[in-house]
């Protein structure tokens, strides 16, 4: 039976939200909150529209930095694997994993920096293939190209808590919509400063789709797009002319993005995302559904009226 729901399905500061199904319901994990002394605060849910805190999830590591962010897990050989990123501010962020019992935590941090040969790299996002192989994607800055900034990377994990140290970009800026800041100081230099962020990987009808944000949560034209690949190493091809799935609307959502893509109690893919208040004080938990079609992932938001989580369906 459908859902009703209206956006944000949970009004909390709630950033980069990695939602998981468990035996026990769906638990969610995000930036923002520190609880009970534990960074990364766990909501847990029996039907993605009602949700509950049940506490925090990484015990926090001392000397890594202030700024704990976008937390995504994966379960390996019977153990939650947390990858996230740690710095300070917007500068220094390098990535990490963390090992829990139980989906919801405590995590315990593994002492690896697993990218200490990024100059900044954030939401390490872990995928498993079709082959059993694990990989995790995540950004990073890159200074050269004729658009630069903050693009898209994968390598293989090799284990839980090793890379196989042969990092690709796999997504460069394409398009002025991606433009973080122009002029924009950085590196001791100015640049026209691109951002994709947050990717997210989905396997469907035998295809690879990354789900990433782009451009400046400020900007109008900030929003969720994608790009598909029959390998997650690629190579990986953005729809001609692509049209986000989720854009601002001004006065009523603002930056809706970092997403990660579950799967509804009757099997319809759901976007989780967040999106800012219009007094700009909080990003918020939101969801919509994904509609696959022949031309490629639909989503009817983000919306920000009443409305259902429909059965699901695919478009013919």
């Given at each position: ?19 998981m199904a468990t035996p026990d319901g ?220 989720l854009r601002t609307v001004p006065g ?65």
């Amino acid at each position: 039976m459908a859902v009703p729901y209206r956006n944000p399905v949970h009004d909390g500061y709630f950033a980069d939200p990695f939602v998981m199904a468990t035996p026990d319901g769906y638990v969610a994990i995000g930036t923002g909150r520190i609880v009970d002394g534990r960074v990364f605060e766990v909501l847990r849910s029996d039907d993605l529209v009602h949700w509950r805190s049940v506490g925090g999830a990484l015990e926090r590591p001392g000397g890594l930095g202030t700024d704990f962010w976008a937390p995504e897990v994966a379960q390996i050989d019977g153990r939650w694997w947390m990858y996230y990123s740690v710095g300070v501010g917007d500068v220094a962020h390098h990535l990490r994993v963390a090992v829990a019992d139980a989906p919801a935590g405590p995590y315990v941090d593994q002492g690896v920096d697993l990218s200490p040969d990024e100059r900044f790299a954030i939401d390490p996002s872990p995928f498993q293939a079709e082959d059993g192989t694990w990989w995790l994607f995540f950004a990073r800055d890159v200074l050269e190209g004729s658009r630069v900034g903050t693009m898209l990377a994968v390598d293989r994990l090799t284990s839980p808590t090793a890379l196989a140290g042969r990092a690709q970009t796999i997504l460069r800026p394409s398009g002025d919509w991606q433009i973080y800041q122009r002029q924009r100081s950085m590196y001791d230099a100015v640049y026209d400063w691109h951002t994709l962020e947050g990717p997210f990987v989905r396997r469907h009808d035998g295809r690879y789709y990354c789900f990433y944000s782009g451009g400046s949560w400020l900007e109008p034209t900030y929003g969720v797009s994608y790009a598909v690949a029959d390998a997650p190493d690629g190579p990986w091809q953005e729809p001609a002319n692509p049209t986000p799935l989720l854009r601002t609307v001004p006065g009523a959502v603002i930056g809706p993005g970092h997403n990660s893509v579950v799967t509804a109690p009757d099997g319809t893919d759901v976007m989780v995302y967040h999106a800012w208040d219009v007094t700009q004080t909080r990003r918020r938990l939101c969801i919509d559904p994904i509609h696959w079609t022949p031309q490629g992932p639909r989503v009817d938001g983000p919306s920000h009226a009443d409305t259902t989580l429909p059965r699901s369906r695919t478009d013919e």
